[in-house]
């Protein structure tokens, strides 16, 4: 037993597949009742962290402790308080929502009778009482992804690992999912999910830890993170003939500048009054601005400051794992 | 969405022997796949429908034309024409398998605090349902069209436990073509080429006498051709021969060697 307050630690993890290095050394913690969103582009390593914290892959080096139990040594206990979410909707396509949350219930040594009524509690509140009794086969694709999270929730197990929950959900699915997400947290769950959108892991996570080619490169809360890549920016393009001139003006304030599509971007807190002040200045200088945008941090822009490259990267890695 | 109650009703995993919660996963899993038989048409149809077309094609088509010595064709045929429906309906182990794997179902299993082997026991079991129903059906078909056995009480309790026997066995394999292949399609290519000349180059529908040479020396010896001839002599009342003794032994060995292999199989799976 493991004796402290992070309901997930991880010391040290490794793994390679042939000759292919994933994980070179995986270090977190997650405190009880918060989120921790693991962030990187494809083939960065998440989804075998996932699989290795799920007892679903061993790993070749390192450990890491759920509630307290060895996911190397103690895989049973384990498996007894964790939840499992994957990228695709595993659930039984034949079966209809309330069989396949009963049949999950019993799975998790839930008494049929208290499988039962926790099947029927989350379906009513994943939404999916109508579509109770049909096959999932008939469901939607946002309705398999809920019907999926209900079923790792029917044990209430005190950690939930989400891979990708919204990858490849509508917009108004990708919402409801969030919310589900905020209420688990209410409720006091530990989650760790993977993302590959800093959006989400800004609304989710209480703390973020980017991976990249197998090793946790920077970690920390959103702010701390957005304050190391810097703040939003404003970019804006100038009338051609008038670009030298803005420039000048704009000084020391310049980021960023394109003098071929004459844009020009500078720092900014990117409020109303910010916006309206350096506008002003240029209109008082009689610079025509032609556009303008606001931009928000990016992953990319995470991986440019940390990695000296963007997410698009590892795109390689990711075939031959998937190899 | 409506507020979720994740804490007002905190419900506890039972405690229990660990021989307790092996009969319960597995008759969860062996639940699962039972119902997978009514509610997956597919496999409904390929377990009604396609053996009684068999069955017609060469009773009517090509039977007239095959000969059997003393015995009428239909008589011939149906001892055949079962072990081949069931050597080819062991396929759906090897579908599900696949389909498991492939939904990543067999990964979530993996995660429970569960006996996750059982999903394939479950597997193999429908596939022991599934094929008496059919051996019902085309037992009743064959009559319909003129099969008459000789066969008495104990012999049909023999020819169902030879079956069941061979089913199993079968369904082990299925089971390991299905880890194997890992999808649908190359579990449809790795099922033609292993079920398809086990149970042609066999008994099944000819008299082996009339094969070349070669062909006959395998046919005469591979397991499946000791069933089929098994079957056939309680049914009809052919010569018996050591017929079901090899079969028990081959199929025996089949299972006590397959087994294994698949949950060495299955507990290496890690995912895609």
Same mark, same amino acid.
């Given at each position: 037993m493991d004796q402290s307050n992070s309901t997930i630690k991880v010391r040290g993890l490794t793994k390679s597949f042939k000759d292919l290095k994933v994980l070179t050394g995986i270090e977190l913690e997650v405190k009880r009742g918060t989120v921790l969103a693991l962030l990187? %582009? /494809?083939?960065?390593g998440k989804t075998t962290t996932i699989r290795i914290l799920s007892t679903l892959l061993r790993p070749d080096g390192g450990d890491a402790f759920i509630d307290g139990h060895s996911?190397? !040594? =103690?895989p049973d206990k384990v498996r007894a308080s964790i939840g499992l979410t994957g990228?695709?909707?595993?659930?039984? =396509?034949?079966?209809?929502g309330r069989e396949n949350l009963e049949m999950m219930g019993r799975l998790y040594h839930l008494s049929r009778a208290d499988a039962k009524i926790r099947g029927e509690e989350l379906l009513e509140q994943f939404d999916l009482e109508k579509a109770?009794?049909? &096959?999932? !086969?008939?469901?939607s694709g946002g309705m398999r992804r809920r019907l999926d999270l209900a079923a790792s929730l029917i044990a209430t197990p005190p950690v939930l690992f989400l891979d990708e %929950? &919204?990858? *490849?959900?509508d917009p108004r699915s990708r919402l409801a999912m969030w919310g589900i997400i905020e209420q688990l947290v209410e409720a006091d769950v530990t989650i760790l999910l993977t993302t590959q959108q800093l959006e989400e892991a800004d609304m989710l996570a209480d703390r973020i830890a980017v991976l990249d080619h197998g090793r946790i490169i920077v970690e920390g809360t959103s702010d701390e993170l957005k304050a190391k890549v810097g703040k939003e920016r404003l970019e804006l393009t100038i009338r051609k003939d008038n670009y030298e001139k803005a420039i000048q003006l704009l000084g020391g304030e310049v980021v960023q500048k394109d003098p071929q599509r004459h844009l020009v971007s500078i720092a900014t807190s990117g409020t109303v009054h910010e916006i309206k002040r350096v506008l002003e200045k240029m209109e008082a200088a009689t610079i025509e601005v032609e556009s303008m945008s606001v931009h928000k941090p990016t992953l990319d822009d995470v991986f440019l400051q940390? &990695?000296?490259? *963007?997410? =698009?990267? /590892?795109q390689n890695t990711e075939e031959l794992t998937n190899a | 969405m409506k507020i979720l109650t994740y804490k007002t009703r905190q419900v506890k995993a039972q405690e229990h022997s660990s021989f307790y919660w092996l009969i319960n996963d597995l008759s969860v899993f062996i639940e699962r796949s039972l119902k997978h038989i009514f509610k997956n048409k597919d496999q409904l149809l390929g377990l009604t429908v396609q053996p009684i077309m068999f069955m017609m094609l060469f009773r009517y088509v090509f039977g007239g034309a095959i000969n059997t010595g003393g015995t009428t064709y239909v008589n011939f045929l149906v001892a055949g024409i079962l072990i081949q429906s069931v050597a080819f309906g062991a396929l759906t182990t090897s579908l599900s398998v696949a389909t498991d794997l492939q939904r990543g179902i067999i990964e979530r299993f993996k995660s429970l605090? +569960?006996?996750?082997?059982g999903v394939l026991m479950g597997h193999v079991s429908a596939d022991l349902v599934r094929n008496i129903l059919q051996s019902v059906i085309m037992i009743g078909v064959g009559m319909l069209v003129g099969f008459r056995p000789t066969a008495s009480v104990t012999d049909w309790f023999a020819i169902a436990g030879l079956i069941l026997l061979f089913t199993f066995a079968i369904s082990w394999v299925a089971a390991i073509m299905g880890l194997v292949a890992k999808t649908i399609e190359a579990v449809q290519w790795l099922g033609f080429f292993i079920i398809f000349p086990f149970t042609f180059a066999s008994a099944a529908f000819a008299? +082996?006498?009339?094969?070349?040479y070669a062909l006959r020396l395998f046919a005469e010896n591979q397991p499946v051709t000791h069933i089929i001839e098994a079957v056939r002599a309680l049914m009809i009342g052919t010569p018996v021969g050591n017929h079901i003794v090899l079969s028990i032994i081959w199929f025996t060995g089949i299972t006590i060697i397959a087994i294994p292999i698949a949950s060495y199989l299955f507990r290496q799976y890690s995912g895609r």
């Open positions: 990187g %582009p /494809n083939g960065a996911v190397v !040594k =103690e990228q695709y909707a595993a659930v039984d =396509e034949y079966l209809t109770a009794t049909r &096959t999932v !086969k008939t469901y %929950p &919204t990858t *490849g959900l940390f &990695t000296g490259h *963007g997410a =698009e990267a /590892n | 605090p +569960t006996v996750s082997w008299p +082996t006498d009339s094969m070349p």
